[in-house]
């Protein structure tokens, strides 16, 4: 999958999210890199502070970030149907972390 193919997924992941959920994505970054340096197996990272841990005295401060690392979940997926369903996955658990989800809630969600 080319580059602007899987900007292209994840953009229609995106749009897919409920407009409440959408419009709730505030200061918030998603980017594609090629790999995780430290991890093979990393499909996606969030970094930030959750929403449900900000408080009314926190600065504004750079964005939160999702990165996702498309060489690794292109390795992971046979088919491209698959990378499509990954992407879209990860993508979400990312945002999940955004809203404060746990790995155990994500994974009950079926967001592993």
Known sequence: MTLAEFEAVVTAAVAELPPPIRAA???????????????????????GTPLPERTSTDLPDMPDKITLFRRNLE??????ADLRAEIRTTLFHEIGHYF?????????????
């Open 25 to 47: 994505l505030q200061n918030i970054a998603i980017v594609i890199e090629d790999r995780s340096c430290d991890d093979a197996d990393l499909l996606g990272l969030y970094e």
């Open 75 to 80: 390795a992971m997926c046979s088919s491209v």
């Open 100 to 112: 404060g989800l746990t790995e155990e809630q994500l994974a009950a969600l079926g967001y592993e």
